[in-house]
């Protein structure tokens, strides 16, 4: 049994292989101790573009890096006074308030509390429920609580018409016939 193990040790060895990793460069255009010939002009503006494209790049990572970024709103106090100072405010009302607070600089609590905003608000409220009020319809119900004509009985009708004096009544009925 040890012989086959060596049999199939050597029949299918086990080779480890290194890899030589070679360092990249940046640099892969064209070189001084090349010749300039072996280059086409193609090749010489696609290298000369990616140049400029590598320091355009350069510049905007460097500028980036300069440009303070604003604080993440993972604060949970920052998000709980939110929440207060827009509680009970529409969509507008919230945009109106942020808009105030940016050009005032001050928090949102600050800002609603302003009298300026209070004021808008007011106007806001009363010119939403102008709109808001339902226009007259037909199908309404009659506004008196009147009986439609449906709704009447016969003798409803004919005090009604009378009341409108579209019939008499007659003084002298005709005598029955017997």
């Known amino acids: 049994m040890s012989d086959e193990i060596n049999e199939e040790t050597n029949d299918n ?6 890899i030589e990793k070679k360092p990249q460069t940046e640099d892969v255009g064209p070189k001084e101790t090349d010749s300039p010939e ?8 696609y290298y000369a573009r990616m140049k400029q494209a590598e320091n355009i790049a350069k510049a905007a990572r460097e ?10 709103v993972s604060n949970i106090d920052a998000i709980l006074e939110v929440q207060e100072a827009t509680r009970g405010l529409s969509t507008p009302e919230i945009e109106e308030l942020k808009l105030r ?21 007011k106007a806001y409220l009363e010119k939403v429920a102008k709109e808001n ?9 009659n506004v008196k609580g009147e009986k439609t004509l449906k709704e009447m009985t016969l003798d409803e009708r004919t005090k009604y018409f009378e009341g409108l004096g579209l019939i008499t009544r007659q003084i002298n009925p005709r005598p029955s016939r017997q």
């Open 63 to 72: 500028e980036l890096a300069k440009v303070k970024r604003p604080e993440s």
């Open 13 to 18: 060895p086990i080779e480890e292989e290194t």
């Open 101 to 121: 607070a940016d050009v005032l600089k001050v928090p949102l609590t600050e800002a609603r509390r302003n009298e300026n905003f209070t004021l808008w608000q």
């Open 133 to 141: 009020v339902p226009l007259p319809s037909t199908t309404q119900g």
């Open 38 to 45: 072996q280059y086409s002009e193609r090749e010489k503006r």
